[in-house]
């Protein structure tokens, strides 16, 4: 009994060495099989050892709690124990129950049903009782339950399958034959037993490394909103700056209607305010002025908080104008230069021209004893900041003044975030010997932060930190159960595989064989390529070999297989597959991957080499003609070239990179190679955005994306038929819905397929643009800026255009200013070759960004389609409608027409037509539309009838 209870505890105690924090079950539990044969080879009164042996073993997990008097821990390491002895004692009698034991186990039936009844089924015991105790120790919350269950129930069931059967071998329990042959069964027992393990530590720290990722994406993104907020509350000062600079005289009413928008959409800002910069010579004047809307007294706050008369100074800071006025009416005139604090934030924005904050203040307009502080930014008598510091205090005119609530400042910064479990601090470090604690969020004094990240934060002359912190909460709702399930059951299907290895070795080795080659053409098929792959992989590290994946792509294949048929396509797969063995050395790998697709391993081959051959490949494929029943085809191949390296350790990033290559050897114009060297190649991406990509370039390939159409109107013919039509692209869905394509256009310019979707676009269009809109009228399509920097895009459009006998004058393209500059000279000069065909271009989107009114003179385009944001706001808002007045008169002056969008009310119309804007778009016009006109004989636009409601 003691060696049972020893080797159970010792065993036990390794095994929890792999339990993934936070919580106290591991995936691998051999204690459980030493269990089990035990009572299998003893009976059931050896449970006594298994309880004290699962004691011992949870007693030196539990030291803390144990030594701390905690009952309820002691209590739950009793239960624990009692459930891994009830555990064995059931698993043996039910293996006796069925007949399974004792027997020889010798064929996959009677190993089956033992590895089932002792492993899944009985380990649901434990894995029971074991959570439940945890649970009612408080040791874990109810959001681990199901983890810590399905961790215990799997590393119990590996632990039956792995290491009972090698103990009752060893034990000569199960007689001569397998005594004999127990090295045999260990060996690939033991390494699957190792491989497991190994594979679990793999899993289990890339996920604490995705959590922890996926935190400090989070710090960042908190560090971002706040940022966010902080630049909007310096850009709310930055226009009141332009406001007094634009003005020769502001009053208190100007002021009220143009500070109203920015109090409304900002709670953080307890008040706005003008504070002009007053001399003591010119104070007499303001206090005595004639007009009382423009007469002072000036004032300042006592140590005790009350207003009195401002003492005499040099030069004053008063408030003249605030909103809102009816809470601040006692602070016109206020002197705020009478605080430390504030006088120096007023001398740092005086001096060096840029806003400047206060350090943490009691705020006198906040009626909470939330802290506060006040940020300056200056004002001179010139529109430019004046370049030295005597100019700038000689120039000063006053200061435009935000008062901020920060714990206000920090709830609406991350009120769009999700931060669960997640606390945070926020300090002021200006003042290195006397840091300040600003404000807290989400913090639980009871909660162990098991994650933290601290973030810097500049902004108006201060140096602030945010602390954050996640607890073991966080962590667990991070957790990704999908990946853990996916994992244990391959650690049992692994336990399964070193148990059954003697039975099994014989029609695995055949099966192995059939399974290596594909059968149509006879070449390595996926399976033994990806084995090949890693082989080679495995040389990179060990001897440091050279060796290059090639992915490659048929060009064409599919007008082979619709036009001539699948025989023909299967006759013309065999036919490459020789030309490509052809051009390949013995010692290297051909392998077809999947339809036209196929995989070519060069081993101990430079790069330039690869690419030599690769090179002729391709010439020898162009060269090829096919020819079936009379009709000759020309196909082409596209390359993906990837060199290994020691660095590399996973083949799906290997064959994604060459994938990747292999589309971007496509998007270049086909038949040819592009090479992806170790130096520069692109970063690894998740998981999920490579299995989006690829069904991105499937729908392309396969023409499942959806065209839809919306007019655009003269405003002042609304009842006549309108003057354009936008194509919008959209995604096909389960029943019967599609969605609008914005994270699919983000993921496809990530991974540089953009291009593929705008020519898709254009030269359907293009092709079917009488079946697009039968009335005549234009079609707007929109481009990426990877089009407007495609020096064969131009080429494209030119070509298109050679088989469609649309006018280029009925071709709008609408591109975006973002777009557009990123690299404006290419730009340009895309945009001037494609004017000279006869299209025009619309600039999308216009008056979303701050540089709109200076790029505007630099692009060549007809059009100017107002940001549907702003016509939104044309009827309930002043200054968007002034705005939106000045967008039309600027492009008045430049002759451009103006086209309002997301129209949606007809409440929009009259203000817009009161602007001058002359056309419009929206829900209220028209809504988008499918092209259900289309024909699908040639493949161009293919969509089933889904029912027309999508947004733009």
Same mark, same amino acid.
Request: with cysteine; glycine share 6%; net charge negative.
């Given at each position: ?115 089932? @009844? ?83 530590? &793999? ?30 509350? @310096? ?153 030295? $510091? ?5 120039? &000063? ?86 990946? $853990? ?44 390529? +990806? ?27 599919? $007008? ?95 064959? /994604?990179?060459?994938? /990747? ?50 007019? @655009? ?12 039509? +936008? ?46 809109? /039968? ?51 290419? /730009? ?86 009161? &602007? ?37």
């Amino acid at each position: 009994m003691a060696v049972v209870a020893i080797s159970y505890c010792l065993a036990g105690h390794l095994s929890l060495l792999l339990a993934v924090p936070p919580g106290y079950a591991t995936a691998i539990w051999p204690s459980a099989g030493i269990a089990l044969a035990a009572t299998l080879l003893y009976g059931s009164r050896i449970w006594p050892a298994i309880w004290v042996g699962s004691l011992a073993v949870n007693l030196w997990t539990s030291f803390d709690g144990v030594a701390a008097g905690d009952l309820a821990v002691i209590a739950a390491v009793a239960l624990i124990a009692a459930g891994a002895s009830l555990q064995a004692v059931i698993a043996a009698w039910l293996l006796r129950r069925f007949g399974v034991w004792p027997h020889s186990l010798q064929n996959g039936k009677t190993v089956t049903r033992f590895l089932l @009844i002792g492993g899944p089924v009985a380990c649901t015991v434990n894995a029971s009782i074991g959570a439940t105790s945890l649970l009612m120790a408080g040791l874990i919350d109810s959001g681990e339950f199901g983890f810590n269950w399905l961790n215990w129930w799997v590393g119990d069931a590996i632990g039956v399958t792995v290491i009972t059967p090698l103990a009752l071998i060893w034990s000569g329990a199960m007689g001569s034959f397998w005594r004999r042959r127990a090295a045999t069964v260990t060996v690939p027992s033991s390494i699957a037993l190792a491989a497991a393990i190994a594979l679990f530590l &793999i899993a289990s720290n890339r996920e604490q490394s995705r959590i922890q990722s996926e935190f400090r994406d989070t710090a960042y993104n908190i560090e971002s909103a706040i940022k966010t907020e902080l630049n909007i509350i @310096i850009a709310t000062l930055g226009g009141i700056q332009s406001f007094f600079a634009s003005s020769q005289s502001v009053d208190a009413d100007e002021f009220r209607i143009f500070s109203r928008r920015a109090l409304t959409e900002n709670p953080e800002l307890l008040a706005l305010s003008f504070n002009r910069h007053v001399p003591h010579a010119q104070r007499a004047a303001y206090e005595q002025n004639a007009d009382t809307s423009l007469r002072l007294r000036f004032t300042e706050r006592n140590a005790s908080g009350q207003l009195i008369r401002a003492q005499h100074r040099d030069h004053y800071t008063v408030v003249q104008f605030i909103e809102p006025f009816a809470s601040n009416r006692t602070a016109l005139g206020l002197d705020v230069g009478f605080d430390p604090a504030r006088k120096d934030a007023i001398q740092r924005a005086r001096n060096t021209g840029h806003p400047a904050a206060t350090s943490m203040l009691q705020l006198v307009q906040s009626d909470t004893t939330e802290p506060g502080l006040l940020i300056f930014a200056p004002i001179y008598t010139t529109a430019e900041i004046p370049q030295t $510091i005597v100019k700038r205090q000689n120039n &000063i005119v006053g200061y435009a003044v935000g008062v901020i609530l920060i714990k206000e400042l920090l709830e609406t910064a991350i009120a769009g975030l999700r931060l669960d479990h997640v606390s945070l601090e926020l300090y002021d470090n200006t003042d290195i010997d006397n840091t300040q604690l600003l404000t807290t969020w989400g913090i639980d004094g009871n909660a162990l932060s098991l994650l933290s990240s601290d973030r810097s934060l500049t902004f108006a002359g201060r140096e602030w930190r945010v602390s954050i912190g996640a607890n073991a909460e966080y962590v667990a709702l991070h957790r990704a159960p999908g990946l $853990i399930m996916i994992l244990t059951i391959g650690l049992v299907l692994c336990g399964l595989l070193g148990a059954f290895n003697l039975i099994l070795t014989g029609n695995e080795r055949r099966e192995a064989l059939r399974a290596s080659r594909d059968v149509l053409t006879g070449l390595a098929n996926r399976s033994e390529f +990806e084995r090949r792959l890693r082989n080679a992989l495995i040389s990179c590290k060990s001897q440091h070999a050279q060796h290059v994946f090639a992915y490659c792509d048929l060009d064409r294949f599919k $007008i082979v297989n619709d036009t001539a048929g699948h025989q023909a396509g299967d006759d013309l797969l065999k036919t490459v597959a020789g030309l490509l063995r052809a051009r390949l050395r013995d010692r290297d790998t051909i392998a077809r991957l999947g339809g036209d697709e196929f995989g070519l391993l060069l081993e101990h081959c430079p790069i330039e080499k690869a690419r030599d051959i690769a090179e002729k490949i391709c010439q020898d494929i162009f060269n090829f003609h096919f020819t079936w029943n009379d009709h000759t085809f020309r196909i082409g191949i596209s390359i993906g070239v990837v060199a290994l390296t020691a660095t590399d350790d996973d083949i799906t990033d290997i064959m /994604t990179r060459a994938d /990747t290559a292999c589309y971007m050897a496509k998007d270049r114009g086909r038949n040819r190679v592009h090479v992806v060297r170790p130096e520069n190649a692109p970063p690894r991406n998740r998981k999920s955005d490579l299995q989006r990509v690829t069904e991105l370039q499937a729908r392309i390939k396969n023409n499942e994306l959806l065209i839809y159409q919306q007019p @655009i109107h003269a405003l002042d013919q609304l009842q006549q038929k309108p003057i354009a039509h +936008e194509l919008l692209l959209r995604i096909p869905g389960t029943d019967s819905q599609v969605s609008p394509p914005a994270g699919m256009i983000s993921l496809a310019e990530k991974h540089g397929i953009i291009t593929k979707i705008d020519r898709w676009v254009l030269r359907s269009c293009l092709r079917k643009h009488e079946q697009l809109c /039968t009335d005549g009228s234009r079609i707007n399509i929109n481009l990426s800026a990877a089009s407007l920097n495609d020096a064969s895009f131009v080429d494209f459009i030119h070509k298109e255009f050679e088989h469609s006998n649309m006018a280029p004058d009925r071709l709008c393209f609408e591109i975006t200013e973002s777009a557009a500059i990123q690299n404006l000279d290419s /730009t340009l000069r895309t945009m001037e070759q494609i004017k000279r065909l006869g299209c025009e271009f619309a600039l999308d989107d216009f008056g979303a960004g701050v540089a709109s009114f200076r790029n505007l003179d630099k692009l060549p385009v007809s059009w100017v389609k107002i940001d549907g944001h702003l016509i939104q706001e044309v009827a309930s808002d002043p200054a968007t409608r002034a705005m939106i007045q000045a967008i039309q008169h600027v492009a008045d002056s430049m002759g451009i027409a103006t086209i309002a969008e997301w129209v949606s009310d007809d409440a929009l119309l009259a203000p817009l037509q009161d &602007i001058g804007v002359g056309y419009v778009q929206g829900f209220a016009i028209g809504r988008p539309e499918p092209c259900e006109n289309l024909n699908n004989d040639s493949g161009e636009i293919t969509h089933p009838n889904i029912a027309a409601g999508v947004g733009t």
